[in-house]
């Protein structure tokens, strides 16, 4: 089969209208190209107050590996982090330092990547023309966002030339650049309603956002929309759908845009083929913020996008393929999540809970594979090799949640499946970070059908969030069972620990099995102690420890049964040479020890061991006990010997 190219995009915020509109643009170039499409997205914003999240957010961009790769487009605005153009610049290094591929930026430029500029210059002016030859509006404020910021200065110098197109001219103070959020909007409100800046009769918004902000704000003052003032917007969100006063906003043609950028990368990669035209048109949607009809359609479906359905209708046959947020929360899929008891457990609930993000063709969850180490944090990169420790197909070829059938892989082919070129039509890959804050676990990939019109929504994010937070929840429990079962100083079990595993051992053995013991006490630790510090007597207890961990067999357990003491016990095929063998496996190891460590003094153990055959009810501290013994005759004949 004919490899399939790939496309590439890297983006954030997968639920936004921006990155919909986006994605499927893109989608619909790449289906009529028979291309696939791989999105690196962060599930949040870039911009968020929780600085730590978003380290783990931006990891998944250090994932691509662009070699593999046809093409790629850098969703510009999306990838900016509230610190200026600090991280598309860096994602632009490490795409310049690892890329030879063609690689084109959408909608803002990033340094001397090709950009394809936006379509939305139609649909800005549309904006005016709303407000100049639908309301006869004269005097109009235009609030855009920071005059620094690409988007805020295009979408203002539109404004400003078709209303000058117009035969009108716009005053200093209504020419307002602020920023692309609520609080924008909010300011100006307030200004307006104290009269800082002068009524207009519209004001026109560079998004949503800043619209619900002002709105907001002026009815605080009294201020009437639309009778005093009409308000429209840019976007067409669903915020602004569903606000109180609903928002006459545009929609862009990110679509438009996110296609032009598809065709301008398949004249690189297919020089020859033939380029088929995107077709669609954004539109203006009428809000009850200008005073023409609302629409109603779109406001109630947005609505019902988003509310919380306690009792949402099971019986609807095509909710299977439409999870919304009141179904992820009554299904207490979170609860499920954090109550895993193992991490065996967290595994298979996470894959038995992927019917709430239905629909897919493929979902694999890839973790380090010393995911469950919390000691260690993994802040930027992955490691070499990775692990899918969960696998769900819907086709029945792979599903599986069990460390047995795990598959180890190298990290710089992303997901093994992804380039084997068996599927009959292209797909969608989403790589998706899992991580808890800063500290990078692993992520996610999720292969949907090209031509399904499902994205990822927010109940996909939040499903993503649960995730997290259980595998974090799963890891603090390991540690705090570990630490319950083991020795802090030398790693082996505990008595506790020693007798949890003693009962799996029993319940697993076979009827000619043998329990083993092995008991080793340190010599002469209060001399040392005495004469060169309890420092020095640490030190000996931790080789001592080293040496018995050395000479325990597979199968077998280790524990350290009091300040010096230590146990190895099995229970398996034993013969009566296995004590002596034991006995002198260990005095070599623990003598290269002593020479090797050049202390000023010997660093010694005595040893004994013990054999009985397995017998039901049988008395495993009798078995201790007669080891015990054995090991105190060693030790009082090397004592009669110094003397």
């Known amino acids: 089969m004919k490899k399939r190219k790939k496309i590439a995009l890297l983006t954030a915020c997968p639920e936004s209208g921006h990155a919909q509109r986006t994605i499927n643009g893109i989608s619909a170039q790449c289906l009529k190209y028979d291309y696939d499409l791989v999105v690196f997205c962060a599930l949040s914003g870039l911009n968020t107050v929780q600085k730590d999240y978003t380290i783990g957010e931006k990891n998944i961009f250090n994932l691509p590996n662009y070699d593999l790769l046809d093409a790629v487009i850098l969703d510009t605005a999306p990838l900016m982090d509230g610190d200026g153009d600090t991280f598309p610049e860096k994602i632009y290094e490490k795409v310049r330092a690892k890329c030879s591929k063609p690689v084109v930026a959408l909608d803002m430029p990033i340094k001397d990547i090709p950009m394809i500029p936006n379509e939305n210059e139609s649909v800005l002016r549309e904006m005016v023309r709303h407000a100049i030859e639908v309301h006869d509006s004269k005097k109009i404020c235009l609030i855009s966002g920071a005059r620094d910021n690409f988007a805020g200065r295009y979408r203002m110098d539109i404004f400003l030339d078709e209303i000058k197109n117009h035969g009108l001219e716009v005053a200093d103070e209504h020419i307002i650049y602020s920023d692309f959020w609520y609080t924008g909007g909010s300011e100006i409100g307030r200004q307006i309603g104290e009269g800082i800046i002068s009524m207009p009769d519209a004001i026109l918004c560079g998004n949503d956002y800043l619209a619900i902000g002002v709105i907001y704000k002026m009815k605080k003052y009294g201020i009437r929309v639309p009778e005093d ?96 947020i009141g179904m992820l929360m009554e299904s207490y899929i979170f609860e499920k999540f954090t109550a895993s008891d193992t991490p065996e457990r967290c595994i298979r609930n996470i894959i038995e809970g992927g019917y709430l993000i239905y629909p897919f063709a493929n979902y694999f969850l890839c973790l380090r594979s010393d995911w469950l180490d919390s000691s260690r944090e993994l802040r930027e990169g992955y490691p070499d090799r990775m692990k899918i420790v969960a696998a769900h197909t819907n086709n029945n070829e792979l599903y599986f949640y069990s460390d047995a059938e795990s598959i180890i892989f190298d990290t710089k082919v992303m997901i093994p499946r992804i380039f084997d070129n068996t599927d009959d039509k292209p797909s969608i890959y989403y790589f998706t970070p899992v991580h808890f804050s800063s500290d990078t676990l692993g992520y996610s990939v999720t292969q949907r059908w090209m031509d399904d019109t499902h994205r990822l929504n927010l109940v996909f994010r939040n499903w993503m969030r649960f995730v997290n937070n259980a595998l974090e929840m799963t890891r603090a429990k390991s540690r705090l069972l570990t630490m319950s079962l083991h020795d802090e100083m030398t790693g082996a079990f505990n008595r506790r620990g020693m007798y949890v595993q003693l009962d799996r051992m029993m319940e697993n053995a076979d009827k000619n099995d043998s329990l083993f013991v092995c008991v080793i006490d340190m010599d002469r630790l209060k001399y040392i102690n005495d004469t060169f510090g309890h420092t020095e007597g640490d030190y000996g207890i931790k080789t001592v420890s080293n040496a018995a961990s050395s000479v325990t067999m597979s199968g077998e357990i280790f524990v350290r049964a009091g300040g010096d003491e230590f146990y190895i016990i099995g229970v398996g095929k034993y013969d009566e040479d296995s004590g002596e063998k034991r006995i002198s496996s260990f005095e070599n190891v623990i003598t290269a020890m002593t020479k090797a460590s050049e202390k000023p003094y010997p660093i010694t153990a005595s ?8 017998e039901k009810n049988m008395n495993i501290e009798d078995v201790i006990s007669e080891a015990d013994e054995v090991m105190y005759q060693n030790k009082t004949a090397k004592k009669c010997q110094r003397i």
């Open 229 to 324: 003032v009409i308000v429209i917007g840019y976007e067409a969100s669903d915020e602004g759908a569903g606000n109180e006063i609903s928002i006459t906003s545009v929609e862009p043609n990110d679509a438009l845009s996110a296609a032009n950028c598809v065709d301008y990368l398949r004249k690189q990669i297919d020089p020859d083929s033939e380029i088929i035209p995107y077709e669609e048109h954004p539109k203006l949607f009428t809000g009850m913020s200008c005073g023409c009809q609302p629409d109603y359609t779109r406001s109630v479906q947005s609505l019902h996008d988003h509310i919380y359905f306690t009792y949402p209708n099971y019986a609807d046959e095509e909710i299977s393929n439409h999870y919304d």
């Open 607 to 614: 040893i004994g061991t013990a054999i009985r055959r397995v």
